[in-house]
């Protein structure tokens, strides 16, 4: 009989790898699981609900918001504030910080950053999307924390995951201590341990880009492109094409099968247009554990100075041998 292992099992058991840890850390991953378990919820029944379509407003980067993005990102929110552990939310959908001003978070030291539903082109479709998200300690050590807290490098990170509804709903977490993937049991209720200590192969034959924007493509990114659709038997050219249009479908692909994902600068665009806060950090910090490479086409994401919060930037990640190619190509030619 095979034993099922929990993702609150799990947590608790890993809390010995942070000996001076007092389990805050614990609780907050345990919050956005169960904030991942209602936004599920939604998304299994949003034919069904009034919860399909545009929600009539538009974020800080003049994005149509969907109903589905709102209630994501409300849902984070509302268990990010109850879980007491958390001073301030940061979010792809709120032009500003949130600050959590409650007495059960008084003595909160954690922000949290949120794409609360990733991909969300894809929801009316019935398409896989996601949530990301990532988690720092405050810098400041009295009084309210502020934005400048906020203000952090991928590096800095302590923990980070995403939540993916797809096929089967699956949350993948590393706190720097490796992978680790829990597919729900909707039967259960759990998100439970399916994919222990997730290793990304060194090499893949899947390339995801979105070739629609070829023209606006850097050389260095247009002559990658050809690099992987030439044939060579040594390397496994062609390449297989693959890009949903979701970060968190393609990537999660990416992680299991390996390949390379890039969304790169374009002509109308220098930093191409995926956040570096709520979306390349913490797949940067998963991919890395995993074993994997992510860097803007040139640096490490990792290293990148954030000097705002919807800051943009290009994004090369997967297999560190694929990614260190597309990076050969981008010295070269770009
Ligand atoms: P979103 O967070 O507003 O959904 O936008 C991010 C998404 C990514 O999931 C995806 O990789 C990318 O945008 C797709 O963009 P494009 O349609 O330009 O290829
Ligand atoms: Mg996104």
């Known amino acids: 009989m095979s034993i099922v292992k929990t993702l609150g099992q799990f947590i608790i058991e890993r809390q010995k790898d942070f000996p001076f840890a007092k389990g805050e850390l614990s609780r907050l991953l345990r919050d956005l699981g169960i904030a991942a378990k209602i936004v599920n919820r939604a998304i299994n029944k949003a034919g069904l609900i009034d919860i399909l379509g545009e929600a009539g407003s ?111 709903t699956m949350l993948v977490y590393t706190t720097g201590k490796g992978v680790n993937g829990f597919t729900l049991d909707p039967s259960i209720g759990e998100f439970c341990l399916s994919h222990p200590d997730l290793k990304i192969p060194n090499s893949g034959n899947i390339y995801s880009i979105n070739e629609g924007n070829y023209n606006y493509f850097p050389d260095g990114v247009k002559k990658y492109i050809k690099y992987c659709q030439v044939e060579d038997k040594l390397t496994n050219r062609p390449y297989t094409s693959r890009y949903t249009g979701s970060m968190v479908a393609d990537l999660h692909r990416t992680l299991i099968k390996g390949g390379v994902f890039i969304y790169p600068p374009t002509s109308g665009a220098n930093k191409g247009k995926l956040r570096l ?16 490479r992510a860097s803007n ?7 990148i100075e954030v000097e705002e919060l919807h800051q943009r930037s290009a994004i090369f990640i997967g297999s560190t041998d694929m990614v260190k190619k597309a990076e050969e190509f981008m010295l070269s030619f770009s």
């Open 58 to 168: 538009t974020n800080v980067q003049g994005e149509h918001q969907k109903k589905l993005d709102l209630y994501a990102n409300e849902q984070f929110i509302a268990a990010l504030q109850c879980g007491g552990e958390c001073c301030i939310v940061i979010s792809e959908e709120n032009d500003e910080y949130i600050y959590i001003d409650s007495e059960v978070s008084k003595d909160a030291k954690y922000i949290v950053a949120l794409d609360p539903l990733d991909g969300s082109s894809n929801i009316d479709v019935n398409v896989g999307v996601g949530t990301i998200f990532s988690i720092y300690r405050r810098k400041s050590l009295t009084g309210h924390a502020t934005l400048n807290d906020a203000l952090q490098k991928g590096t800095e990170q302590v923990a980070s995951g995403y939540i993916i509804y797809g096929s089967s």
């Open 277 to 292: 806060v709520y979306e390349c950090n913490p797949m940067a910090f998963i991919v890395e554990q995993a074993g994997g």
């Open 297 to 303: 086409g040139y640096n490490r994401i990792l290293d």
